[in-house]
């Protein structure tokens, strides 16, 4: 079946545009997260969303960044203004129940380059 | 909060067996061990998980002792394909305490040669 799927794989932009990044979950999974990963380093957490609970936005790093998830599915990571040091792969994953016992599954990642 | 510890870096050889060991020692009783693969321009990928004792599928096992305060990974007769960053993951509950943020660490970048 589909996996996790992400737009666009590359997203060239000037300082101070806004972008918005999608993730399309694999159909039935309840979890979706959005991590960072920035060039040689590990996976920085951003923003968790589980079911019709609130989302846990305790990792997004300024309020330049949000994110929403339409109908329990597809999701959309926005940045407002961006700076370059917003540099970075933002990757989605999800899972199909307790992200803690069933595993993510993540899409390939948006490559962002802010110049 | 959980956290892991590994070691940054691990060198091997092809057709050896490969143990990475990651520290967890802040586990909660209800979290598991998620072991994670992830090669260059690519999304993490899952290899293993488990609660306790030892789990083995068709790539890897997974060791965990009593205390549940660490765990390890092992990669039987490596090959160059098997070069990439591992990562270990438990559960890091979230500001509302109804999921699980998992946070993951730094990683294990494992460069295995002819």
């Known amino acids: 079946g589909a996996g996790v799927s992400q737009s666009p794989s590359n997203k060239v932009t000037e300082k101070g545009k806004d972008v918005e990044l999608r993730c399309d979950p694999i159909?039935?999974?309840?979890?979706l997260y959005w991590y960072r990963q920035s060039l040689g380093q590990g996976l920085e957490f951003l923003i968790y969303?589980?079911?019709?609970?609130?989302?846990?936005k305790s990792g997004l790093p300024s309020d330049r960044f949000s994110a929403e998830r339409t109908g329990g599915s597809v999701s959309t990571l926005t940045i407002q203004r961006t700076q370059q040091e917003d540099s970075a792969v933002y990757l989605c994953?999800?899972?199909?129940?307790?992200?803690?016992?069933?595993?993510?599954?993540f899409g390939n990642g948006t490559r962002l380059t802010v110049t | 909060l959980a956290k892991t510890t590994q070691p940054i870096s691990m060198d091997s050889y092809e057709g050896q067996e490969v143990n990475i060991t990651c520290s967890h020692n802040?586990?909660?009783?209800?979290?598991?061990i998620t072991w994670y693969q992830q090669f260059p321009s690519q999304g993490p990928r899952f290899i293993i998980q488990?609660?306790?004792t030892k789990v083995t599928n068709e790539v890897a096992s997974l060791f965990i002792p009593a205390d549940r305060k660490s765990s390890t990974l092992s990669l039987p007769r490596v090959s160059l394909s098997d070069t990439a960053v591992y990562y270990c993951?438990?559960?890091?509950?979230?500001?509302?305490?109804?999921?699980?943020?998992?946070?993951f660490g730094t990683g294990t970048q494992l460069k295995v040669e002819l």
């Open positions: 994953a999800s899972s199909l129940n307790d992200p803690g016992s069933s595993p993510l599954h």
């Open positions: 159909s039935g999974h309840t979890a």
């Open positions: 969303f589980q079911g019709n609970s609130a989302p846990d």
């Open positions: 802040n586990i909660a009783t209800n979290d598991y």
């Open positions: 488990g609660y306790k």
């Open positions: 993951l438990v559960g890091d509950k979230t500001l509302t305490g109804g999921g699980n943020k998992l946070t």
